[in-house]
């Protein structure tokens, strides 16, 4: 298993969010962990930003719920090496939103932007751990049999 340092970062009131550093197309970004979230979702425009074009975005005519709306429009992305800490994956594919609304939030009370929310789709596959008391997340380096899914 590997082990991938994280940050816990206050919001207003009592909530709180993990943050940990990825990789993703050879630049250095802060994601979200979310366990709550069913996928890993990238940021369009910082996507865009970072030289990545919108003919690259696979137009899924999916409209994604949560995030504060049930009519956003997504996009898939194929990551050719999408790298966590440490861990690793290749070729794998994440969802593409609008993210800007959570980045302008994260602006308001001082923290930097994120490029995405590490979501379910990850966590459940390598049989993520999250380790609150070290801050630390575990993540095996290969997928979990589906027998161990279940």
Aim: hydrophobic fraction near 40%; glycine fraction near 8%.
């Amino acid at each position: 298993m590997q082990k991938i340092p994280f940050q816990v970062i206050s919001l207003q009131a009592d909530g709180f969010h993990i943050i940990t550093d990825v990789n993703v197309f050879g630049k250095d970004f802060k994601m979200v962990i979310d366990t709550g979230a069913s996928k890993t979702v990238l940021d369009k425009h910082t996507l865009i930003q970072s030289g990545i074009t919108e003919e690259e975005f696979l137009n899924t005519d999916i409209l994604s719920t949560g995030l504060g709306t049930n009519s956003m429009q997504s996009f898939m992305l194929a990551v050719p090496e999408f790298h966590i800490g440490p861990w690793m994956t290749r070729n794998f594919t994440v969802a593409v939103l609008d993210l800007s609304a959570i980045n302008i939030a994260y602006e308001q009370i001082g923290v930097d932007p994120v490029i995405g929310v590490l979501g379910g789709d990850i966590l459940r596959l390598y049989g993520g751990q999250i380790d609150y008391k070290k801050q630390i997340l575990r993540l095996n380096q290969r997928k979990l049999t589906r027998k161990s899914l279940r």
